[in-house]
Every structure is written in C-alpha cells, then in structure tokens.
C-alpha cells in the first residue's frame, strides 16, 4: 500500500568541484555535503546540475533552490507515491508550499 506523499521544491545537486557551487559558497549560500545514495533518497525530484550525476559522483552538494513565487503548474511528472503531479517550475507538490503564508497578489 502507497501513501501518498508530498514533494518539496527540487533542489539543485552540484560535484564538489562545480565551478557553480564555489561561487555559490563565496557568496555565504550554504551546501549540504552529502553521500549521492543519501542524496537520492532524501530528495528523490532533486535535479542535477550539468556537473553532477548520480552514477558518477559518489558525493554531492546540496544546493536548496529558491524558486520565485509562481502558480502551480502541472506537469508530465508523476511519481505514484506524490499527492499530484509534480509543478513544472519547481518539482514540487505544492501543498506544502501553499499552505505558506503568500504575500497579496502572488496568486
Ligand atoms: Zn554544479
Ligand atoms: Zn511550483
């Protein structure tokens, strides 16, 4: 039996030695070092970025995406444990974000 889950927003998964993430963490934006094995289970819609991939790395950086605000929009994408296809901006479910106070004039 499934349950159905929600999705956060996909975070972005760099190598450690992504031109990107330095940058990133010059600029005090924290990464989260992680095991890729870890990394996919704990953020299964995660994306990759172009220096990443999880059969090459055994380690990656975790970089939490702040995506600007947006209306849900769905996509192809279903996983079919999620609550609702995933959003084509974000990769996430959006109950979760939703239930967030937005200010007025966001939706
Ligand atoms: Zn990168
Ligand atoms: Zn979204």
New binding site residues.
């Given amino acids: 039996m499934t349950e159905k889950r929600e999705y956060s927003?996909a975070v972005l998964v760099h190598s450690e030695s992504c031109p990107d993430a330095i940058s990133l963490r010059a600029r005090g934006v924290g990464l989260i070092p992680m095991a890729t094995p870890a990394i996919a289970q704990a953020y299964p819609n995660g994306r990759m970025h172009n220096c990443f991939h999880f059969t090459l790395q055994a380690r990656g950086l975790v970089e939490t995406v702040q995506?600007p605000p947006?209306?849900?929009?769905e996509s192809s994408v279903i996983y079919p444990n999620a609550s609702m296809p995933l959003?084509?901006?974000?990769?996430?479910t959006?109950s979760a974000?939703d239930r967030l106070i937005l200010p007025p004039g966001v939706r």
């Avoid at 947006?70 to 929009?73: G, N």
């Avoid at 959003?87 to 996430?92: L, P």
């Fill in positions: 927003p995506y947006h209306a849900y929009e959003c084509a901006v974000c990769m996430g959006h974000l």
